[in-house]
């Protein structure tokens, strides 16, 4: 069993190795051919080049040279070309840089200036700013005291006519008694003027005499009145925003004039003030007129 095994073995060993065999006798024979062939070729290819080597004259080897020179001369011409334009470039480039930087500086410097003069005009327009606002409320404030005035005097003009009379009757009184005082001190009558009035009888009082003021005065006292207190007594302390709705009238008004418009608003607040005002006057003026009769007739 052994033997017989050993056997088979060793025959199929056999078998391989002649395959093998027979396989390399193929490979050996298809490489040789490809040699035989590779030789005639390069044979071939060595016998045309020889006789092209042998065909080219002289003349044409010059020739051939001498087109090649030609074009390395152009090549050398376009390189130099090139270098000359490349070194342009390059100063040219540096004219623009440095150009370039003087137009930053420049815009730096005019950027400053320009930040630098619209500080300045903020700040003063910030400061116009702040004169207006305090010119608006002087303004204000003017334009309410002359509407005040106004107002005064127009109830003054309506019904303070007895008011007038009675102050200028006080002021009539006193210059009087001024008048009286300077004769009494200057002249040496006066003395005896007043032994002979001393008496136990009850001397009868003079009725003082009645002051009227010129109309000249008058208006300018009226002007006065109305000239704002700022420029009559000087600065004064300073005061709120007046109400802006009193300056404010309804557009009946606007078109006609102040005193018009403000007679319209007061007027039936100052009828019972002018009627009582005439009537305190003519109560005024009666009991002068009865004072000055006895004068009269004792003359």
């Not at 003069?117 to 005291?145: C, P």
């Not at 001393?198 to 009226?222: F, K, L, N």
């Given at each position: 069993?052994?033997?017989s095994a050993?056997?088979?073995q060793?025959e199929?060993?056999?078998?391989?190795?002649?395959?093998?065999?027979q396989?390399?006798?193929?490979?050996?024979t298809?490489?040789?051919?490809?040699?035989?062939?590779?030789?005639?070729?390069c044979?071939e290819?060595?016998?045309?080049?020889?006789?092209?080597?042998?065909?080219?004259?002289?003349?044409?080897?010059?020739?051939?040279q001498?087109?090649?020179e030609?074009?390395l001369?152009?090549?050398?011409?376009?390189?130099e070309e090139?270098?000359?334009?490349?070194?342009?470039?390059?100063?040219?480039?540096?004219?623009?840089?440095a150009?370039a930087?003087?137009?930053?500086?420049r815009?730096?410097?005019?950027?400053r200036?320009?930040l630098?003069?619209?500080?300045?005009?903020?700040?003063?327009i910030t400061?116009?700013g702040?004169q207006?606002?305090?010119q608006t409320?002087v303004?204000?404030?003017?334009?309410?005291?002359?509407?005040?005035?106004?107002f005064?005097l127009?109830?003054?003009?309506?019904?303070?006519?007895g008011e007038?009379?009675?102050?200028?009757?006080?002021?009539?009184?006193?210059e009087?008694?001024?008048?009286?005082?300077?004769?009494?001190e200057?002249?040496?009558?006066?003395d005896?003027?007043l032994?002979?009035?001393?008496?136990?009888?009850?001397?009868e009082?003079?009725?003082?005499?009645?002051y009227?003021?010129?109309?000249?005065?008058?208006?300018s006292e009226?002007?006065r009145?109305?000239?704002p207190?700022?420029?009559?007594?000087?600065p004064?302390?300073?005061?709120?925003m007046?109400?802006?709705a009193l300056?404010?009238?309804?557009?009946?008004?606007?078109?006609?004039?102040?005193?018009?418009?403000?007679?319209?608003?007061c007027?039936?607040?100052?009828?019972?003030?002018?009627?009582?005002?005439?009537?305190?006057r003519?109560?005024?003026e009666s009991?002068?007129?009865?004072?000055?009769?006895?004068?009269?007739?004792?003359l």
């Amino acid at each position: 069993m052994e033997t017989s095994a050993l056997a088979q073995q060793v025959e199929s060993v056999e078998r391989s190795v002649a395959f093998l065999q027979q396989e390399h006798l193929v490979l050996l024979t298809g490489l040789r051919l490809e040699i035989l062939h590779l030789r005639k070729r390069c044979a071939e290819l060595s016998c045309e080049l020889n006789e092209r080597l042998t065909r080219r004259t002289q003349a044409d080897v010059d020739a051939e040279q001498e087109q090649l020179e030609a074009r390395l001369e152009c090549a050398e011409q376009r390189l130099e070309e090139r270098e000359c334009g490349l070194s342009d470039l390059r100063l040219e480039l540096r004219r623009k840089g440095a150009l370039a930087g003087a137009l930053q500086a420049r815009l730096r410097d005019e950027e400053r200036r320009f930040l630098d003069e619209l500080k300045r005009r903020s700040h003063k327009i910030t400061a116009l700013g702040r004169q207006l606002r305090q010119q608006t409320d002087v303004a204000a404030q003017l334009s309410f005291q002359l509407h005040s005035a106004r107002f005064r005097l127009y109830h003054q003009t309506d019904g303070g006519g007895g008011e007038e009379d009675e102050g200028e009757g006080e002021e009539g009184d006193e210059e009087e008694e001024e008048d009286e005082e300077e004769s009494e001190e200057g002249s040496p009558e006066s003395d005896w003027s007043l032994s002979a009035q001393a008496s136990p009888e009850v001397v009868e009082r003079q009725p003082p005499r009645v002051y009227m003021p010129s109309p000249r005065s008058r208006r300018s006292e009226r002007v006065r009145e109305c000239v704002p207190r700022v420029r009559v007594h000087g600065p004064e302390e300073p005061r709120a925003m007046p109400d802006p709705a009193l300056f404010l009238y309804p557009f009946r008004h606007r078109l006609l004039p102040l005193h018009a418009s403000l007679g319209r608003i007061c007027r039936e607040s100052s009828q019972s003030e002018t009627s009582e005002g005439r009537r305190s006057r003519y109560r005024s003026e009666s009991p002068v007129r009865g004072r000055m009769e006895p004068d009269t007739t004792d003359l």
